[in-house]
């Protein structure tokens, strides 16, 4: 089955930038897609089909994709950023989720 | 607006089976595939299953696979999970997802917010 690598944790000071990596074999094939997730609320997606956005999201949330690895950046980080971060990718008729990057913002 | 709200979220015995509900409004029901997610305590996001927008296919995590059945009622417009032969594993947050409307695009645009099962003696 499709595996989707995340890290458990990133940090950044505000104002900085944050990114967020999703890796999985040949992920750069796929369409990823992410979502964030703050305490006890439902998911919210972020960016889809790589780098795009639904409306409402700010443009500082962008994505990529390519290879082995993909990214979510967010730029201009502020302290309602933080919160859980999730990939995900359809595969086989199956919907994969990475383990999730919780985004501390010092 | 857009919105899904689940029901039927509860405390059962392991062994036992439970139904969950969505009911789904603003948008045209029928025309949308819909998915199951559950979060286990402090545990990441979990697939649970989908189900096509005519009830004709349906897929599930290898984890619920012979014991959960996804179906819907599109005169209603809800979607419903049955639980059978529930285990400890499966003390979970369930969210109902909306997929989006692009074909052989699986992906959630709307969740509802979740209702809570926990499976204990």
């Not at chain 1, 964030?36 to 439902?42: D, E, F, I, S, T």
């Not at chain 2, 285990?87 to 969740?111: H, I, L, Q």
């Amino acid at each position: 089955s499709y595996v989707l690598t995340q890290l458990a944790s990133v940090s950044v000071a505000p104002g900085q930038t944050a990114r967020i990596v999703c890796g999985g074999r040949n992920i750069g094939s796929k369409g990823v897609h992410w979502y964030q997730q703050k305490p006890r609320q439902a998911p919210v997606l972020v960016v889809f089909e790589d780098t795009d956005r639904p409306s409402g999201i700010p443009v500082r949330f962008s994505g990529s994709n390519s290879g082995d690895t993909a990214t979510l950046t967010i730029s201009r980080v502020e302290a309602g950023d933080e919160a859980d971060y999730y990939c995900q990718v359809w595969d086989s008729n199956t919907l994969v989720f990475g383990g999730g990057t919780h985004l501390t913002v010092l | 607006q857009v919105q899904l709200v689940e029901s039927g979220g509860g405390v059962v015995q392991p062994g036992k089976s439970l139904r969950l509900s969505c009911a789904a409004s603003g948008f045209t029901f029928r025309s949308y595939d819909m998915h199951w997610v559950r979060q286990a305590p402090g545990k990441g996001l979990e697939w649970v299953g989908i189900i096509s927008f005519d009830g004709s296919n349906r897929y599930y995590a290898d984890s619920v696979k012979g014991r959960f059945t996804i179906s819907r009622d599109n005169s209603e417009n809800t979607v419903s999970l049955l639980m059978n032969r529930l285990r400890g594993e499966d003390t979970a947050v369930y969210y109902c997802a909306k997929n989006v409307a692009s074909p052989y695009k699986f992906y959630m645009d709307v969740w509802g917010k979740g209702t809570t099962v926990t499976v204990s003696s």
